[in-house]
């Protein structure tokens, strides 16, 4: 059964996490050269692999004792509050441009692009720590994977106008806030058990 308040919760703090990291600017400067849907489907399929990694892992610590599950996401999302807020702008990536402008070249180069930079990145360490917290993979697998699509759609599509409109600074300390909440709130129900 699918948990909407879990779902929802993963979706916001996932959301507000990646809308400030290299990946919204990946995605802006590849819808910018390339056919949009294209480069959506290469960047939604990594995510799709970074998610179900996640999960799989924050599913296996939902096998330690919870007080000590508690400890460690707690100590973990106040760890990625912290980098939030010491992060410095990264700028745009860099994407060399495929020979031609096919599916399987453009989807292809999203999908490698993705799946290498976001490669044990924050927000799928988030996701393995709200796996462990809420002990939903489902519910969680589905939000984070909502939410890193969202962003990558907001990249591709939409992304020039949200970067002059929110500051990305603003954002990631928004992030930062709602990680720190959590990291908090675990530590709490680490000692309260």
Do not use: C
Not at 10 to 21: H, I, N, Y
Not at 90 to 99: D, M, Q, S, T
Not at 136 to 162: E, K, T
Not at 171 to 182: D, K, S, T
Request: aromatic residues 8%; glycine residues 14%.
């Amino acid at each position: 059964m699918i948990s909407l308040s879990v779902t929802a919760l993963v979706f916001g703090v996932v959301f507000l996490a990646e809308l400030p990291d290299k990946t919204a600017l990946a995605g802006l400067v590849l819808g910018a050269r390339y056919r949009a849907s294209y480069v959506f489907a290469g960047v939604a399929a990594a995510f799709t692999v970074h998610v179900v990694l996640a999960v799989a892992a924050g599913s296996v610590l939902t096998l330690l004792p919870q007080r000590l599950v508690h400890a460690i996401t707690g100590v973990l999302f106040l760890g990625g509050a912290v980098m939030l807020l010491l992060k410095k702008d990264e700028g745009e990536e860099r994407v060399g441009r495929p020979g031609d402008q096919g599916f399987w070249k453009v989807a292809g180069a999203g999908f490698m692009l993705i799946l290498v930079a976001e490669f044990g990145d924050l927000t799928q360490i988030m996701t393995a720590n709200l796996a462990a917290r809420y002990d939903d993979p489902v519910s969680v697998g589905l939000g984070a994977v909502l939410a890193l699509w969202a962003v990558a759609g907001l990249g591709i599509v939409g992304g020039r106008a949200l970067m002059k409109r929110v500051p990305l600074g603003l954002i990631a300390r928004m992030a930062a806030v709602a990680m720190a909440g959590l990291g908090v709130w675990s530590l709490y129900g680490a000692v309260v058990g």
